[in-house]
Structures are given as structure tokens and as C-alpha cells.
């Protein structure tokens, strides 16, 4: 069975810092693209950033760019999430997902896996 599962999530303070980890079982996800996504109460799902299987291809959301970074182990088959300086705005549930066929999008319908997600909540 495939399955994305994140971790990390939790209530921090603004300009508090979190790292999230997605890890994935079920298949080797070390060629696919890994996004992150995240979706604020009321609010279309969006995207937040997106690495390459090699790391070489990184990007970012203008929302979020300087203060988060995205990163992956493959021998771990793990994608992190580094997120500093955290803002109220940034609080949603934050999903990890993976794009096999290395589409290369920020659409979220390019992605084929999704994780169940985890909830950052930012108070100010």
C-alpha cells in the first residue's frame, strides 16, 4: 500500500520555527517530485513548494520564499519541510505529495500521491 505520512505539525508562536517530514512507504519514490501543499480553513488548497528527485530543481511560492525550505533524503524516502520565521497567514494543513511522472507543476492535480496532512497552526 502507498502511503505519504507527515509529521512535525503542532501550534508555535509567530517567528517560531517548525520542520516537517513527510515520509513515504509502498513504492521507491526516489524519481518522483515531492510538493508541498498546504490549505488554510475556507481557502483553495495551494501550493507551497516543490523538489526535484535530485534536489537540483527547487521553488518556492512567493508566500514563502527566504523563510522555508524544502529538502529530501532518498535513501530515507523522506521530503522535509524547514519553515522559519512563521507568519499567522501561514496556518492551514500542510500535505506532502509526489508527481511520478515528473511533471513539474504547481498544480495539484499533477500530484498522484497525497499524504493525510498536518495541522500548523501560527498564533500571534
Known amino acids: 500500500q502507498v502511503q505519504l505520512v507527515e509529521s512535525g505539525g503542532g501550534l508555535v508562536q509567530a517567528g517560531d520555527s517548525l520542520r516537517l517530514s513527510c515520509t513515504a512507504s509502498g513504492r521507491t519514490f526516489s524519481r518522483d517530485v515531492m510538493g508541498w501543499f498546504r490549505q488554510a480553513p475556507g481557502k483553495e488548497r495551494e501550493f507551497v513548494a516543490a523538489?526535484?528527485?535530485?534536489?537540483?530543481?527547487?521553488e518556492y511560492a512567493d508566500s514563502v520564499k527566504g523563510r522555508f525550505t524544502i529538502s529530501r533524503d532518498n535513501a530515507k524516502n523522506t521530503v522535509y519541510l524547514q519553515m522559519n520565521s512563521l507568519k499567522p497567514e501561514d496556518t492551514a494543513v500542510y500535505y506532502c505529495?509526489?508527481?511520478?511522472?515528473?511533471?513539474?507543476?504547481?498544480?495539484?492535480?499533477?500530484?498522484?500521491?497525497w499524504g493525510q496532512g498536518t495541522l500548523v497552526t501560527v498564533s500571534s
Open positions: 505529495a509526489a508527481d511520478p511522472l515528473v511533471v513539474w507543476s504547481r498544480d495539484s492535480t499533477q500530484y498522484d500521491y
Open positions: 523538489i526535484s528527485w535530485s534536489g537540483v530543481l527547487i
